[in-house]
């Protein structure tokens, strides 16, 4: 069996993770936090979201944080749901972009009142307008193995709302596990299949550790050629839909596997460890990762 | 990739898992745990131990619990570190026995004073009087990947000792990656040449979740062929070198992965949860899978 020689890592936790923390982390926290997973050397991060202040208060700052790492050569991402949001984002220079979407019907219509082809054409403007700019664009497919609604997602669904967006001309597809369902054989042969589909177009996986299959669907995207994978610092962040679960698969775990199967990701980790014991004290539930476990004990 | 169409559990939380518990759990609490076990469907069981009660305590009531479970129909097992333990198995009637030995001279050492060698040699006589008086022997070979004193341990070393084994005519070999540092890739690679050289011989998996990698590991040996695997309720137990880290991978996390991915177990994941729920209160840490976790907030 073939694995990539290298792996790149998209570090979600200071967007995707913090999003979901009920207490307001300062500023400056999220900053340094930022700070420090670039000095371990994840040069892709998500971290923000231009989300209506009101509804995710957590993102208020958005536009200080966006601002602060402007200049810097690392791919910062930031999710605009919506075109309000994408000028806010234009706004304060930002160079790549994420949107996000479900595959799930019933999802995307509790989450932004649309079914998933209005969505789609919600979106499609943004993209030519971030085509224009010259923007990386990045398009989060959510629900693409289980929706917590509607429960089983069709592959042949998740190929075709991809074939809009890789049509649209956007740069990657990250293609997500959202309440942690999948099992390593769905997620070899769903892998298999995009990666044959949209050779041209950069492809993530994002998984959540709800149910602790995530490290090994992980190995499964690796063994059907996928070489880049979500991940958030401390496995901070996660799905709201599964109460009190773990949530997003911890960069710390990943890394560990990675590396110890000769993989390289340019990541440090010891820097990546105490990025995550920095932003710790600021998280509402404790780090469940095993890597920062046994870092904490030492 | 083929997929075993069954996998079987072989449960070790209650000899494995209650041999680390340093309050003394009661006899019938660990006789209706076993009991529980063996209702959600569990048929092959390490149901406790006959170690000198001086250095293991909790496993004094070694042969009252055997004599529990003589007249079932299920395998189970109990480990004997000696001929002294041999004699209290036999005379408990027991018919199924687990011995132990590590690939590392210097574990064998540390543990019973001996290099593997000489382990091997101390071994080879009991197991002649095992078939001699036609019980099931399973051997457990311990640090098949890495050692806490060594590091890394060589495929070939591991190969050897296994044959040693084969050649006395054992029926099952237990290869364990004692401290939770194995990773996918060389997994895969050990038990396929295991698969390869010993045909013939029953070969179960034994897997720590320390470093969060034991459900991926799983994932590579079922790709070798692996149709056995160990496993404890709960996740109890573990090793003690690896200090508060978790141990030995939860039977929950695996039955729930087999059976997503559409692999028969015969095991009732709700009545497993119960019986976890049932022990989780004499158990002095917190129960960390992922099914439980999610169990115990309904």
Redesign the interface.
Known sequence: ?G?PEKVTIIEVGPRDGLQNEKNFVPTDKKINFIKKLKEAGLSEIEITSFVSPKWVPQMKDASTVANTFQSDTCRNIVLVPNQKGLEKALQANCRSVALFIGVSDTFNQKNINKHTKEAVQTLLPLIQQLKQQECFIRTCISTAFYCPYEGKIHERDVLALCESFVEAGVNELSVADTIG?A???DV?SLFSKLKQNFPHTLLAAHFH?????A??N???AL?AGINRFDSSAGGVGGCPF?????GNV?TE?LV??LH???ISTSINEEKLLEAVDFIAPHISRPI????Y??FA?R
């Open positions: 069996m694995f369902m099992n390593p054989k070899f550790d709800t149910r602790g299959l490290i090994a992980i190995y499964a063994q599964a109460k009190g679960a773990t911890a775990d560990f596997m110890e199967m000769g469940e990762s095993k890597q476990s046994l004990q």
